[in-house]
């Protein structure tokens, strides 16, 4: 994972570095972003084309669909995934407030605003579950419930891989691995998680306000 | 870094990283792109004789009508695998191999941007082409062909089909990894002074590839899981009786596929793109069109997938946009094969085994470009489609397209990756038996399928006028075999000692890489070289003299071999991380279809593979 690339990796600690005799200072061709950066960034635009495919599978389905729901099936309550936006859209700003504090070198306030960050995203998932838990349909009895569950579900494995990338960067900004103003990290799990979160305000319109 | 002034730890930690740098271990371990690329390269080889042998035991099952080789189950599994294994096992990750050594060098990088990602993909590449090839010893191969067709695919009753979608989605993510790796690393780590258009048109193919394989790689994705999901838990994506759509999975599919074609085809483009100017002793003709056609082609590629599906009946306004784009990308491409004629016009040429499979390269893929376009005529591609005549337009272009420009690099890059040249009287052997075979085998196939013979099929009858072309195609099919094995023969001569000692710039060549000795040390770069031409290496060799020859720099020049010697340049260290990384990712593969309980198993292993990596010092103490 980009996020994950410590110093001494990576082109431009092992380009200056060391001793080369008579190594002026040489400076790579337009590396105005750092690598773990623009390595996260481009993995996003991957992220949004696989959402792509799940969002074109999901027009293309419910575009030749007689009902949708089916008959049978009730409309979805709205009122705990829109609590849950809520709480994944707060969870945005705080990992904004957590970027900033990496930025000015305050490893007491990142650390602080990632730990919330990351129990506002499990909170996000607890809603999740307790919701499949009050369904009444499942994922084979028709190509809604197929569609309902492996959207949600995709998302909600993005949710918890942002959670693990969030926590390791807890863990290195806690034991000050990341001191110095070595935001890069948080700024690229900062990233991910935007993302995720953009993700998701789509997913909310598209399956539960859009009649 | 400063971790040589730490105190050495009594106790060895268990995140040190391992040191070797000689012996299998430090194959393992490795997280130089030498040696992965090396490593790519070996194991794309290993797949293309497997992919070979079926491909044989086919046209020996086809040489006569109504023959007993291989059974109709066994064949299906055959052509599938041969399918599968020469695009993701062989021809994409010897782009790949290609990519991994040479970009840095080329780039005048001392190595990639993410050292222990770029082992991470190769580790995952080996364990999912080990993971599909052992579906034949787990109760049978894929045999749903190469793309798949779902709601079919959801139906064939072994795990063939499983592996197949499981296998794919693993050698996916190796494509993403590589593709972010090379990506960021030709954005971030070019020598001062290498622009974007000095940048050589190889790494503009790389660029271009890496950005499609970007894109592509989650399309199928979602494809290859909504496969796997309605094989394994019963959803409904292509299930029409409960509301899916047949005809969404050839829409992903294609959306990746064509896409798929360009990532096949560019690696190669870039390779002829090197080397025809190098023997033809002239810079590459018209650059700038070279390199906006390879990003043309890579927009493009996009808006024409459809034109694998004319036979569905998606009505005649889609059609005739597809049609009509079809047409239109074809451009792009004719513009590069003029560039390439434009560079040989007037050079003087040396006609090496590396210069011929490049030019063996532009002829064939003229013919596989021009039976492409005519598929791009709805009427005909209607007719077309599903014969041998789709099947000889793709070999064309992926196998006297892609395969000879891989050769041609093969033969070009060799003395610089083994400090030893391959022998030129085999490689005319190899060049001449490979391009006589490869005409025998796929020629006759435009013919017998517009006679009408489908492919896919496992026999035919007599007396429909086949026989002939069946026969020589299998003739063909073997003539390309003993060149392989000359090809084998060639590599076993040349490494003996000293009998085709090779030097930094054997060829008198134009990039960065020709400027380092061979093979390049660990570090690549004694000094970052500062670039001020695009060519630059040429034009540290020479200046264009009165009369407006090129005439040789006397001092400096390619003699920077006496720089090397006692720097202490730090490199990346080894790592274990990236192996158990994707071994857990290859028992979680497993798991998916035979315990799904174990998926959490593997990826546990790989999280904690993961843990380590991102704890694990900067380098070894």
Redesign the interface.
């Known amino acids: 994972m980009g996020a994950g690339e410590v110093p001494g990796e990576g082109g431009r600690a092992a380009r200056a570095g060391g001793g080369v005799t008579g190594a002026r200072e040489v400076r790579a061709q337009g590396a105005e972003i750092s690598a773990p950066a623009l390595g996260m960034i481009l993995f996003i635009a991957s992220e949004v084309m696989f959402f792509a495919g799940l969002f074109g599978a999901y027009f293309t389905i419910r575009g030749g669909a007689t009902g949708w729901p089916p008959a049978g099936t009730a409309e979805l309550e709205i009122w705990i995934p829109a609590a849950a936006t809520v709480l994944l859209m707060v969870s945005s700003v705080t990992m904004h407030a957590a970027a900033e504090a990496a930025g000015h070198g305050r490893d007491a306030a990142t650390a602080r605003w990632l730990l919330i960050t990351i129990a506002l995203g499990a909170l996000f998932l607890g809603g999740q579950a307790f919701e499949y838990s009050q369904l009444d349909f499942t994922v084979s009895d028709h190509s809604y419930g197929t569609l309902f569950y492996s959207m949600t579900g995709f998302h909600a494995l993005h949710v918890f891989a942002g959670l693990v990338m969030l926590g390791l960067v807890w863990i290195k900004t806690s034991r000050g691995h990341l001191s110095h103003g070595r935001s890069g990290p948080v700024v690229a799990a900062g990233l991910y998680w935007h993302f995720v979160d953009v993700v998701w305000i789509l997913l909310f319109a598209t399956l539960y306000l859009l009649r | ?1 400063a ?1 040589a002034v730490w105190e050495q730890p009594r106790r060895r930690n268990i995140f040190a990283r391992p040191t070797a740098t000689t012996g299998w271990y430090s194959w393992v371990t490795t ?1 130089d792109h030498k040696k992965i690329g090396i490593l790519y390269g070996v194991t794309a080889f290993v797949f293309f004789l497997l992919g070979g042998l079926e491909a044989l035991a086919l046209r020996t099952q086809l040489a006569t009508p109504d023959a007993d080789v291989l059974s109709a189950d066994l064949y299906n599994q055959f052509f599938t695998m041969h399918g599968i294994t020469m695009i993701f096992l062989v021809v994409m990750p010897m782009g790949v191999a290609f990519f991994n050594y040479f970009v840095p060098l080329m780039i005048g ?9 770029n082992a991470l993909s190769y580790w995952i590449f080996l364990f999912g082409g080990i993971f599909i090839y052992s579906s034949f010893l787990l109760g049978g191969a894929p045999d749903g062909g190469w793309f798949g067709y779902a709601p079919l695919s959801t139906k064939l009753p072994t795990d063939g089909m499983d592996f197949y979608a499981v296998g794919l989605q693993f050698l996916g993510i190796a494509s ?1 990894a590589g ?3 090379f ?3 030709i ?10 258009m000095r940048m050589p048109v190889f790494i503009w193919m790389a660029l271009v590839v890496s950005f499609l394989l ?6 199928i ?3 290859l ?2 496969l796997m ?1 309605d094989r394994l ?5 292509f ?1 029409v009786a ?4 047949p005809v ?1 999975w050839q ?2 599919f294609w ?1 990746f596929g064509h896409p798929e074609v360009y990532i096949l085809i560019l690696p190669a483009m870039g390779i002829v793109s090197e080397v025809l100017p190098t023997f033809s002793r002239k810079p590459l003709f018209g650059y700038a069109a070279v390199v906006f056609a390879g990003a043309a082609i890579g927009f493009m590629g996009w808006g024409v997938w459809a034109h694998h599906m004319f036979a569905v009946g998606l009505g005649p306004v889609a059609n005739a946009a597809f049609a009509l784009s079809t047409m239109f990308i074809a451009v792009p491409t004719g513009v590069k094969i003029f560039n390439w004629i434009g560079t040989m016009w007037g050079g003087s040429l040396r006609f090496n085994t590396s210069m011929l499979f490049s030019v063996g390269f532009v002829a064939m893929f003229i013919i596989g470009g021009l039976s492409g376009v005519s598929h791009s005529i709805v009427p005909h591609d209607a007719q077309q489609t599903d014969t041998y005549y789709v099947v000889a337009h793709f070999h064309y272009v992926l196998f006297g397209g892609a395969l000879f420009g891989i050769m041609s690099g093969l033969y070009y890059w060799w003395p610089k990756i083994f400090g030893h040249r391959l022998g030129e009287g085999l490689g005319k052997l190899n060049f001449w038996l490979w391009f006589i075979g490869f005409n025998l085998t796929f020629g006759p196939m435009h013919i017998v399928g517009l006679q009408g013979m489908p492919r896919r099929i496992y026999t035919y009858p007599d007396g429909m006028g086949w026989n002939l072309w069946n026969l020589m195609e299998t003739v063909g099919a073997f003539v390309i075999a003993v060149s392989t094995l000359v090809f084998l023969v060639n590599v076993a001569v040349s490494r003996r000692k000293g009998r085709y000692e090779a030097g930094a710039d054997p060829w008198d060549a134009r990039t960065l890489e020709w400027s380092i000795p061979s093979p390049p040390p660990e570090y690549n770069f ?3 070289p500062v ?1 001020t031409h695009r060519d630059d290496f040429w034009h540290k060799k020479y200046f264009v003299g009165p009369g407006k020859t090129a005439e040789p720099v006397f001092s400096g020049g390619a003699a920077e071999a006496e720089h090397e010697a006692e ?6 260290s080894p790592s274990y991380f990236p192996v158990i990384a994707a071994f857990g990712l290859l028992v979680a593969a497993y798991a998916v279809i035979f315990g799904l309980p174990a998926v959490a198993i593997g990826l546990l292993i790989t ?1 904690l593979g ?2 380590g ?7 070894a103490e």
């Open positions: 870094m971790t997280v990088a001392r190595d990639v941007a993410f050292p222990r990602l993403l593709a972010v790796n990506i960021v690393t954005l971030n780590m070019r020598a001062p002074g290498m622009t974007l970007l894109f592509a790689m989650p399309v994705a979602v494809a899981f909504e999901f838990f019963g959803t409904n994506f299930q409960a509301g899916g759509d969404l829409h992903l959306l004694a000094e970052i670039i720097h202490h340049i730090h490199m990346p999280t993961f843990f990596w991102v704890f694990e010092p900067g380098a």
